[in-house]
């Protein structure tokens, strides 16, 4: 019965420790990818500042009411602008960010096909 | 031509990519939030300081007033300079000032403004800073110019004479 019993409660536990895990990895994903504005070079996740644990709260609060990532990162964007993003979406600002390595990759490819293969 | 093409494009290549660092140098590396930009005010729920009740923000903003939204706390030093400035704001004007208490002690903040005079028309209360988050603050001291539950500006750091007078001019 003992036995019984001390499986149930494993059994029971198991999974909500892997819930938790779960959201602690989509918690831990955010707060990485969120800039701490007062603390500047540091994530909200490395940060201790009080603003980043404030807002550490926030993002536990906006994923318990069921946010997805995305939705907080907009919210985020909202109040603080997209400096608050390290990963930043493509914008007026960011084009040549995103597009100049493909660029440079297309024209060396042209380059090289030109002086390499079309020598030949 | 074929040879013209290679050192012509490394050229232009080259070119691009300095004018891009050339930029990235004259941009600064400190990070100044846009102050201007006219936000609505959030929607919260918060209780009050003196009695602890709960309030609605919709109950503390009416339309058609000015308020100011101090965010204070008793732990930080440059809310105790401002201080007077607020008290001067409040005498001397039709201003609503508000404040909301910023992480802080209760005990501490009532100490607070028993040593300093009480400026505030309304204080509430931000336990855990999530509010001041709402509002898209980023610490203590920090004040909101707020008409018609807009955002008109925003200061962040502590108030000084100059600022103060640009308030009283905005307000006019």
């Given amino acids: ?120 | 031509m074929k040879n013209k093409i290679l050192p012509f494009s490394v050229i232009i290549i080259f070119g691009i990519i300095f004018f891009i660092f050339y930029k990235g140098l004259e941009d600064s590396k400190i990070y100044t939030p846009d102050v201007n930009a006219k936000k609505e005010i959030p929607v919260f729920n918060t209780k009050e300081f003196f009695s602890g009740e709960n309030v609605k923000s919709s109950s503390i903003f009416e339309l058609d007033k000015v308020y100011l939204l101090n965010i204070w706390s008793s732990w930080c030093v440059p809310c105790r300079q401002e201080h007077p400035l607020l008290i001067n704001l409040n005498l001397e004007n039709k201003l609503n000032i508000i404040g909301m208490n910023y992480k802080d002690n209760l005990k501490n903040a009532e100490n607070f403004l028993k040593e300093l005079g009480n400026p505030y028309k309304e204080i509430f209360i931000d336990l855990d800073g999530t509010i001041a988050i709402e509002w898209g603050a980023y610490g203590v001291p920090e004040s909101f110019l707020i008409y018609n539950n807009e955002i008109i500006k925003k200061y962040i750091g502590p108030l000084n004479q100059e600022l103060v007078d640009e308030i009283n001019l905005l307000i006019k």
């Fill in chain 1, 1 to 120: 019965m003992k036995y019984l019993k001390f499986f149930l409660i494993v059994i029971i536990l198991f999974p909500l420790s892997n819930i938790n895990a779960e959201e602690n990895d989509i918690r831990n994903k955010i707060t990485k990818n969120l800039r701490c504005l007062i603390c500047q070079g540091q994530s909200v996740y490395d940060s201790d500042s009080e603003f980043a644990n404030s807002l550490k709260i926030v993002v536990d609060k906006k994923l318990h009411e069921g946010l997805s990532e995305d939705q907080i990162y907009e919210y985020f964007k909202t109040k603080y602008g997209e400096w608050i993003l390290y990963d930043p979406g493509l914008n007026k600002n960011t084009y040549i960010l995103w597009l100049l390595p493909i660029l440079i990759f297309l024209i060396g490819g042209a380059i090289i096909y030109k002086s390499f293969i079309v020598k030949k």
